[in-house]
């Protein structure tokens, strides 16, 4: 029995995985409610785990508070995953290999399990992340920018007569302030997607398939002119490949 861990900016996510590889249980906890508490009362009916994979994007501190919880429950320690320069047939870009998020790395050793490709990756949560992988594995460098709820967070917090009174809704052609502010954050989201997408194809020398991860996805799928998939868990199930490698 294994216990996956993926922990992001806004929320863990975890999910108790069978031997046979199916998920018996999953959920996530947003980082501003008790996690510790949380956590326990969720795992406390579950089979103990025999091992634990995590993977972190956050401070040492909440790795921490979740490792404890974890060996009050079942004396087990967390083996953090970190990134590496190569791993289930992915081949990271980077010159400092560490540098990748382990969250994008994962997302692409998914990816690659699955049997398909070329790919581009885009991630839609606090930050947008994109990643262009080539059929053979090869990670060929990617982007990062804010998200499209942190690029309204950072316009209120930087303007002093955008303070919208109620969410705005997303539109081609807003005529007051909400909308122009969410229309423009989602829309200025969905244009870089795409042009990633346009110039990765260039390098790759094909169309490669454009799968969206994220919190956020559902809400930037429609708004896109190119096909996309929605793709759910993809950094704890790369994170299953990945334990499984480790073995």
Not at 144 to 169: K, N, V, Y
Not at 178 to 188: E, H, K, L, R
């Amino acid at each position: 029995m294994r216990l996956l861990l993926d922990l992001g900016n806004t929320r863990l996510k975890w999910a108790w995985q069978a031997p046979s590889g199916e998920w018996l249980a999953e959920g996530a906890v947003d980082w501003r409610v008790d996690v510790a508490a949380t956590l326990a009362t969720a795992w406390a009916q579950l089979p103990a785990p025999s091992q634990v994979v995590g993977a972190s994007v956050v401070d040492a501190s909440r790795e921490e508070q979740v490792a404890a919880v974890v060996r009050r429950l079942s004396g087990l320690s967390v083996h953090w995953m970190r990134t590496p320069a190569q791993a289930c047939g992915v081949r990271n870009a980077y010159a400092e290999p560490q540098r990748l998020g382990v969250d994008r790395f994962l997302v692409m050793v998914a990816a690659r399990a699955a049997g398909h490709g070329p790919h581009v990756l885009a991630s839609v949560g606090t930050a947008l992340t994109l990643d262009a992988l080539d059929a053979e594995g090869r990670h060929l460098g990617g982007l990062i920018a804010p998200g499209p709820q942190l690029m309204q967070q950072s316009l209120f917090e930087a303007t002093a007569r955008i303070r919208p009174e109620h969410p705005g809704a997303i539109v081609e052609l807003a005529d007051n302030t909400a909308d122009a502010v969410a229309s423009g954050c989602w829309q200025a989201a969905a244009a870089l997607v795409e042009r990633f997408a346009s110039r990765a194809a260039a390098r790759l020398g094909t169309v490669p398939e454009l799968v969206l991860g994220g919190g956020d996805a559902p809400i930037l799928l429609p708004l896109l002119s190119l096909p996309a998939r929605l793709s759910q868990d993809g950094v704890l199930r790369g994170l299953a490949v990945w334990a499984v490698a480790q073995q």
